[in-house]
């Protein structure tokens, strides 16, 4: 497979037409890039590319395997070569102890940040050459014991494994695989879960050694780094910008 078009770069962006992925849309946007913003709220992710340079917003749902595939092949079609990709979309564990999580939650969670993004890059793979990087979105909860969200946490921590397999089998091809590990960041989704305290949030600075949220540009610029050939040395790391909160050995 070859590129199609002669000059930008193509990244394709999920869960791009909001917080996280939106901010590195828009930073990717600004740094030359063609980029794809796929949304299950297709809408959405339309609008908002028509607020960068080049971009193209697309309905996908991560939890519907079919659809992600089919865009994958339309993407492939279209684009030819897929420099970047950025595997943001997901949905809130909405603070559920273990005792509360039913099946169906505890299948959307899955599907939605696991099996939609592993489906997704293996539907990619022709398109993947020598140079391609990968960046998936996990969090802390992978790293880090957390009280509440045992689904979210087991979710996120079966991305970092699948960092670590893909960036090993890809790696001899030239294509590097991370990750990033975000604390509480101000999102519409963390908006959501604070129903409106201010207290769910000032409460995690207070213990920050920050003393501050990382803001959604800040996991951008986390997240463009790795992408870029200054972060080319890397592969199966996963960094995290969360105002100290995680602190690797
Ligand atoms: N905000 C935080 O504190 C935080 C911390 C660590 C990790 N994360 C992770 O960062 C990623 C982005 O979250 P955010 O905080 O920017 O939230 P957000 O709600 O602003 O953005 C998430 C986007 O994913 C989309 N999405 C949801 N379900 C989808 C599906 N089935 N298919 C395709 N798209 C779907 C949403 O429509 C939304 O646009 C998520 O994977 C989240 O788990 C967030």
Redesign the pocket.
């Known amino acids: 497979m070859t590129r199609n078009s002669s000059a930008a770069k193509v990244a394709i962006i999920?869960?791009?037409?909001?917080?996280?992925?939106?901010?590195s849309a828009q930073r990717l946007a600004a740094g030359g890039y063609h980029v794809l913003l796929?949304?299950?709220?297709g809408d959405?992710?339309i609008a908002a590319a028509k607020s960068l340079a080049s971009a193209e917003g697309v309905a996908?749902?991560?939890?519907?395997t079919a659809a992600v595939k089919a865009a994958a092949a339309a993407a492939l079609l279209t684009h030819g070569v897929i420099d970047a990709v950025v595997?943001?979309?997901?949905?809130?564990g909405n603070g559920r102890a273990f005792a509360e999580v039913d099946e169906a939650f505890f299948d959307a969670m899955m599907?939605?940040?696991v099996r939609?993004h592993f489906f997704l890059l293996q539907a990619l793979l022709p398109g993947l050459k020598e140079g391609a990087s990968i960046v998936l979105?996990?969090?802390?909860?992978a790293r880090i014991g957390v009280k509440t969200m045992p689904h979210?946490a087991a979710a996120?921590g079966a991305l970092l494994a699948l960092t670590k397999a893909l960036a090993t089998e890809l790696g001899p091809k030239g294509i590097r695989v991370n990750a990033v590990?975000?604390?509480?960041?101000?999102?519409?989704?963390?908006e959501?879960s604070s129903r409106g305290s201010d207290a769910f949030f000032s409460d995690r600075e207070a213990i920050l050694p920050l003393r501050r949220l990382t803001t959604?540009d800040e996991?951008a610029a986390s997240i463009c780094f790795l992408l870029s050939d200054d972060a080319n040395g890397l592969t199966g790391q996963a960094i995290s910008p969360s105002s100290g909160e995680v602190m690797a050995d």
């Open positions: 999920t869960g791009g037409a909001s917080g996280i992925g939106l901010a796929w949304d299950k709220d959405k992710a996908v749902d991560l939890g519907d595997a943001s979309g997901g949905i809130s599907n939605v940040h939609g979105v996990s969090s802390i909860y979210y996120k590990t975000p604390g509480l960041i101000r999102t519409p989704m963390t959501a959604t996991v």
